[in-house]
């Protein structure tokens, strides 16, 4: 059914198709037309850069993505610790952390059956302190020196120093209570 009015519409607009050839010349005086009007006309070229275009601006896209990116990885600030604030306050960092490490080595020292489990309680404790400090450090980047984040972080030091030293109290309590046990028993 579609076929026959396809056929019917050809056939009232036979007359309306221009199917002559255009005369000689034609297709020169349609480009001397086009060169009088004001807009240049545009040849166009076969061009194999033409093709790479594409290519070219995904590959310019993602070095710019990977040196931005690095840019602001170079720009993350380093996180400050006390020894950044000022030299009295390095010292105090670095009194700090030679104190725990004496500390620990004295613990190590101590350890035995009786006492391992209250020295890895303690160990437990200094990393809770540790990561606490860690997260001050962060603190202390983002809030350009304060005061209170400066006096926790002291606090944290003296917070593991505190732990160290009772630990070490109740190592003694422990091996005084053994020795005692042991010369009832003699």
């Given at each position: 059914?579609?076929?026959n009015?396809?056929?019917d519409?050809f ?5 309306d ?7 000689a010349?034609?297709e ?8 009088t009007?004001?807009n240049?006309v545009?040849?166009?070229?076969f ?9 070219l601006?995904?590959a310019?896209?993602?070095i710019l ?7 602001i990885q170079?720009?993350e600030p380093e996180?400050?610790?006390l020894?950044?604030?000022?030299p ?10 030679s ?22 309680d303690?160990l ?11 997260t001050?450090?962060?603190?202390l980047?983002?809030s ?6 400066i006096y ?5 030091f ?5 732990i160290?030293?009772t ?10 209570l053994?020795?005692?046990?042991h010369e009832?028993?003699?």
């Amino acid at each position: 059914m579609k076929k026959n009015t396809m056929n019917d519409l050809f056939r009232h607009m036979q007359d309306d198709f221009d199917i002559e050839m255009p005369s000689a010349g034609h297709e020169h005086r349609f480009l001397d037309k086009l060169k009088t009007q004001q807009n240049p006309v545009i040849v166009g070229k076969f061009n194999a850069f033409n093709y790479w275009r594409p290519f070219l601006a995904v590959a310019a896209t993602i070095i710019l993505c990977f040196s931005v990116f690095t840019v602001i990885q170079q720009q993350e600030p380093e996180l400050r610790d006390l020894a950044n604030v000022s030299p009295e306050l390095s010292q105090t960092q670095s009194f700090f952390v030679s104190a725990i490490e004496q500390e620990i080595t004295a613990i190590e020292a101590q350890r035995s059956p009786e006492t391992k489990d209250m020295i890895e309680d303690a160990l437990k404790s200094l990393k809770v302190l540790e990561t606490e400090y860690q997260t001050l450090k962060v603190d202390l980047t983002e809030s350009g020196n304060d005061k209170r984040v400066i006096y926790a972080m002291i606090n944290n030091f003296q917070n593991r120093i505190d732990i160290l030293k009772t630990l070490l109290e109740h190592i003694e309590e422990v091996k005084n209570l053994k020795q005692y046990q042991h010369e009832n028993t003699i």
